[in-house]
């Protein structure tokens, strides 16, 4: 069963080995214990729905609840005190274009606003209803999670929007295909939204990015359907499917997709190295990459990040020998570690061994030290997993969030050293709150996730105490945003590479688009959604 306030599935538990707990008080303090509401109070709080039945809705209150709120920390927030403002009047369950036809214009009768649902894993506030006097559908796409055709000649699948990572790899692998799109919420997320927010998979260097793998599909609007021909490549004007891509839901609902797909690996390696400090493993990444060299994933945690990860595993016995044996070759406290991914469809060992070596040399003059495949082992086992240990350090009295941009290779350094300074400062200071923060630490720490030959996508993590108010844990959660975007723009980087915009990102995106930029997007929304029906509020400030 999934968690309704967390991530994942309720049975699976990420333990805290108590010397990971020691680290976090070490670093940032005890984390407090508190309460959080049950599900039973949550589900009491549900009001009525002000919507009139219909066959495809339920008005269930659990079923509302369920569905309020994405992954985003407000969210957490929310749901884990209760205080939810806004839940959707109704949930309805398509599984067909008709039926997603058939409740456009049931919502536009009754004046109710739509919200396209996809896995609910939105961290940035996507599927949030907005309070307001009409009432809200929310359409859950889940059902509509079928292959509907498979060309295996031009290596095209044609799959329901609904559905999820592991469904599409099942129906994929089965014909010795993959998408390879492997966001690290892959156990839930679904095609349709991984299109709508131009998703990144964890390999997009090797497999690319969603706007690569989508190929074409169809969407329903408030105005009618629209089908998105799947052709190799055209000159035929402005490309529609860059209109959807990142549409959030507010240009259409996305009922099925073609993408394009490649043959399952018949090796693949994630190797583990560790250099003397983040700067030259991430000249080393980047000579990689403008070398054309064909990993499939080049993965650069900071020194702090290559520290925490560790102390997170417990494992405290292997870490001190470990750590002994790394300071004897001096790769001492600014050591940073390297997962760099290698993916062969074709069985051709003079490429497979190539790519190895040619990488391998320039890890090597960039001080890099090899460890072989243990590391990288380790990573890919928990790559799925990571994000369950959000739900153990909640409970342990810690607040945890990503945040992530790309600039170019020239900004990489400073943007990401002046985003964390401001982060890990955020707190610090009284006079920049209502003085409750006073003093607290925050730890924060980064990785390159995402490399390009012209710049890299940074991630952030961050992680501070809760407070005993709710209210308080979400405005130290707005003073570390808004300092780390500002910072951000400063760069020129973009306010999102992989997560999108929705509510949380929606007032910085004007300073990226500029004006007119603004005013081309509002137009495209009003051509689609006349009404505004769609998703208010996200993306567009409206
Ligand atoms: C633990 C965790 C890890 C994550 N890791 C990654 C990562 O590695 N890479 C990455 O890119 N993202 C990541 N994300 C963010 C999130 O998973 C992505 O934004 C994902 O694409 C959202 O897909 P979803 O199906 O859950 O969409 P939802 O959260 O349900 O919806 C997101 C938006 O898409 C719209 N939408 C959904 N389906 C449709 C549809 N069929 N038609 C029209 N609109 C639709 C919704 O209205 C909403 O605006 C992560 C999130 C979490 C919680």
Known sequence: MRRWNGWGDEATIYPLPDSAARYLADLVGDGPRLEDVSLAQAVAAVGTSRLSAHPLLSSDPEDRLRHARGQSLPDWVALRSGRIETFPDGVAYPTSDEDVRALLDYARKVGAKVIPYGGGTSVVGHVNPVPGEAPILTMD?????????????????????????????????????????????????????????????????????????????????????????????????????????????????????????????????FLGYFFHDWESGTAAVRAIVQAGLKVSMLRMSNAMETATTLALAGKENLIRTADRGLRLLRYGDGRSLLVMGITDETGNDNIWQGTKGEAGHIIRTHGGLPTGTTIGRMWKKSRFY???????????????????????????????????????????????????????????????????????????????????????????????????????????????????????HAPYLAAEKGPLGMRALEALRGTFDPDCMLNPGKLLEK
């Open 141 to 269: 796409l889940s059902r509509m999670n079928r292959l509907l055709e498979f060309d295996e000649t031009s290596r095209l699948a044609i799959f329901e929007a609904g559905v999820a990572g592991p469904e599409i790899e099942k129906q994929l692998n089965a014909r010795g295909y993959t998408l390879g799109h492997f966001p690290q919420s892959f156990e839930l997320s679904t095609l349709g939204g991984w299109i709508v927010t131009r998703s990144s998979g964890q390999q997009s260097y090797h497999y690319g990015r969603i706007e690569n793998l989508f190929a074409g599909g169809h969407i329903e609007t408030p105005i009618g359907g629209m089908d998105l021909p799947a052709h190799p490549a055209s000159a035929a004007g402005p490309d529609l499917k860059q209109i959807l891509l990142g549409s959030e839901g507010r240009m259409g609902v996305v009922t099925r997709a073609v993408v394009r797909v490649r043959r399952v690996p018949v090796r693949e390696k």
């Open 386 to 504: 990571a994000p369950y240990l959000r739900n153990t350090l909640w409970e342990a009295g810690y607040s945890l969030d990503t945040l992530e941009t790309a600039v170019p290779w020239s900004q990489v350094a400073a943007t990401a050293g002046e985003a964390q300074k401001a982060i890990r400062a955020g707190l610090a200071d009284p006079s920049t709150g209502s003085g409750q923060a006073s003093g607290e630490r925050v730890l924060v720490f980064a990785h390159l996730s995402h490399v390009y030959n012209d710049g890299a996508s940074i991630y952030i993590t961050y992680l501070y105490r809760r407070a005993n108010d709710p209210d308080e844990t979400l405005r130290r959660w707005h003073v570390l945003k808004d300092a780390a975007s500002r910072v951000i723009l400063a760069h020129g980087g973009t306010i999102s590479h992989q997560h999108g915009v929705g509510a949380d």
